[in-house]
C-alpha cells in the first residue's frame, strides 16, 4: 500500500480534550488503547452525537502490516449489525490520522467491574453467557473470528457487548496462526501454540471471562514472560483450570450445569469443547438454569417463549 508525503509529517501521539482527529472529530477524553491504536471519546460533527474512535498511532502509519490490519477491522466490521455487538459507524483511512468510529458505550467492561468487586453475580453472568453466545453464533455464520474475547472486550449492562475486532480474522474453515496472538491468561491452547483457531476457538475465549466472572480470577497463573518453553510461557498448554465449582462459597441452584459449561468451554482439546454451531442449544439450557434460581432470577426472554425456529 503507497502512502503519500503527508503520511510521513509529524503528527503528535497525544491528543487532548479540544483537539481535532480531523474536522469532523473533535476529542473529548482518552478511553485507553494498545500499542496499535489509541482510543479516545469525541463529539462527532457529521453525526452530531458523542462517539468512539479508535485512532491508529502515528508510528504504525508507515508499517504496511498496521494499515492492511486497520482496514480489514474497519472492512469486516462495517456490515455487522447485532444487538451484542459495538456498532462501527463510519472510518477513514485518510492521512495522517486513519480511524474507525465507534458508537459510544457507557457501560463498565466486565473487566472494569472486577477490578472493583469479587465477583460478578450468578443470575448477571448467565445472562451474559446467553448474550454472548448469541453475538459468537452470530460472528462465526458469517464466516468470523474474534479471536479476543475476555473481560475488557465484554461490557456489562442492557445489552451486552462484545468489542473490539482488532485482531479478528475472515477464515470460514479456520485460520492457521502464524504467531501466538491474544491476552495470555485467557488464550487457547491453539493460540499459544501457533494452531488452527476455529469457532471453538472463541468458545474457549467465552469460557475463560465467565470463569473469571464467577470467580473473580483468571483460569490460569500468569506464564513466564520471555521463556523458552511455551508451556512455561502458556500454563494453559499442560494445567487444567481449578473446578469453578470448588472456588464458589455458595451452590445456587443449576449452578452446578453451569459450572459444567464453563469447565467444557475449557477443554485444552478443541474437538471437546462445546461447538458454537449450538448455541442456541447452551443458551436455552442456561435459560433453564435462571429458571431454577426462582422468581427474582432476571430471564434472557419471557418463560415459555418459543425462541427456536420450527
Known amino acids: 500500500m503507497a502512502i503519500g508525503p503527508e503520511a510521513r509529517a509529524p503528527v503528535s501521539c497525544e491528543l487532548h480534550r479540544g483537539d481535532e482527529i480531523d474536522r469532523s472529530l473533535v476529542v473529548i477524553d482518552r478511553l485507553g488503547g494498545g500499542s496499535r491504536y489509541g482510543v479516545f471519546s469525541a463529539w462527532d460533527r457529521d453525526l452530531f452525537c458523542k462517539v468512539a474512535v479508535k485512532v491508529l498511532r502515528p508510528y504504525r502509519i508507515d508499517s504496511e502490516r498496521s494499515l492492511a490490519s486497520f482496514e480489514r477491522e474497519a472492512t469486516m466490521s462495517a456490515p455487522l449489525a447485532h444487538p451484542n455487538l459495538v456498532r462501527l459507524l463510519r472510518w477513514s483511512a485518510a492521512m495522517p ?62 445489552p451486552p457487548r462484545l468489542l473490539d475486532l482488532s485482531i479478528a480474522r475472515f477464515a470460514p474453515g479456520g485460520v492457521r496462526l502464524r504467531h501466538s496472538i491474544g491476552a495470555p491468561q485467557r488464550m487457547a491452547p491453539e493460540q499459544c501454540s501457533h494452531g488452527l483457531a476455529t469457532p471453538a476457538t472463541d468458545v474457549f475465549g467465552l469460557g475463560a471471562t465467565l470463569y473469571e466472572s464467577l470467580t473473580g480470577m483468571a483460569p490460569f497463573r500468569p506464564g513466564e514472560d520471555g521463556a523458552r518453553e511455551p508451556e512455561a510461557r502458556f500454563p494453559q498448554l499442560v494445567e487444567d483450570p481449578h473446578p469453578v465449582r470448588e472456588l464458589l462459597p455458595a451452590c445456587p441452584a443449576g449452578l452446578a450445569d453451569l459450572a459444567d459449561l464453563v469447565m467444557a468451554c475449557l477443554e485444552r482439546d478443541p474437538v471437546r469443547r462445546p461447538p458454537s454451531a449450538s448455541a442456541i442449544d447452551a443458551a436455552v439450557a442456561l435459560q433453564r438454569i435462571l429458571e431454577r434460581m426462582g422468581h427474582d432470577a432476571p430471564l434472557a426472554w419471557p418463560k415459555g417463549l418459543r425462541v427456536r425456529c420450527g
Do not use: K, Q
Not at 120 to 125: A, L, M
Open 97 to 158: 490520522r486513519p480511524y474507525i468510529v465507534l458508537e459510544f458505550i457507557t457501560a463498565p467492561t466486565l473487566g472494569d467491574l472486577l477490578d472493583s468487586e469479587e465477583r460478578i453475580s450468578v443470575p448477571e453472568t448467565v445472562l451474559l453467557a446467553i448474550r454472548m453466545l448469541s453475538a459468537l453464533r452470530y460472528l462465526h455464520t458469517r464466516g468470523l473470528l474474534h479471536l479476543d474475547v475476555r473481560p475488557s472486550n465484554v461490557t456489562t449492562g442492557d
